[in-house]
């Protein structure tokens, strides 16, 4: 068999292994879309069951537990979730350009105070007179 022959082989044999390698992950990919829908049918059952019996505390499976569990996860969602939306209406009021007598973001800039006892005014740290940065939260002194 020549090099021809034996190339052409091999590209029949790559070409065949890639064909079928693709049917697999096809297959693969069909098998987990159809186990999602499986995953999400068991969730909407669970949810429906969950709404049944959250109120009545009636649980015939010994569910009470995790009704619980889930109320508690839900009270932490909505904390969280007011919590996101406090830091967005912050985050909102945040200028994109320095003010007279702040830094970018909003902030005001650092100073210090005449004496031996000067502290950051932006986090508290102490300073000495000469220093043109806080040493710990690296605000800009003047």
Do not use: W
């Not at 029949?12 to 693969?28: D, Y």
Request: charged fraction near 25%; aromatic fraction near 8%; glycine fraction near 10%.
């Amino acid at each position: 068999m020549g090099f021809e022959e034996s190339f052409t082989a091999f590209t029949t044999g790559v070409g065949e292994k890639v064909k079928g390698n693709t049917e697999v992950m096809k297959l693969r990919n069909q098998i987990s879309s159809e186990q999602k829908q499986v995953d999400e049918l068991f969730k909407n059952l669970g949810r429906k069951y969950y709404e049944a019996h959250k109120e009545s505390g009636d649980s015939e499976f010994g569910l009470q537990e995790t009704i619980d569990a889930i109320r508690f996860h839900e009270t932490k969602i909505m904390e969280m979730e007011k919590k996101a939306s406090e830091i967005r209406q912050a985050t909102d009021a945040v200028s994109l350009t320095p003010q007279p007598g702040t830094e970018y973001g909003g902030t005001p800039k650092s100073t210090v105070t005449a004496g031996p006892n000067s502290f950051c005014t932006r986090c508290g740290a102490p300073i000495k007179p000469e220093q043109a940065f806080c040493i710990k939260c690296g605000s800009k002194l003047t």
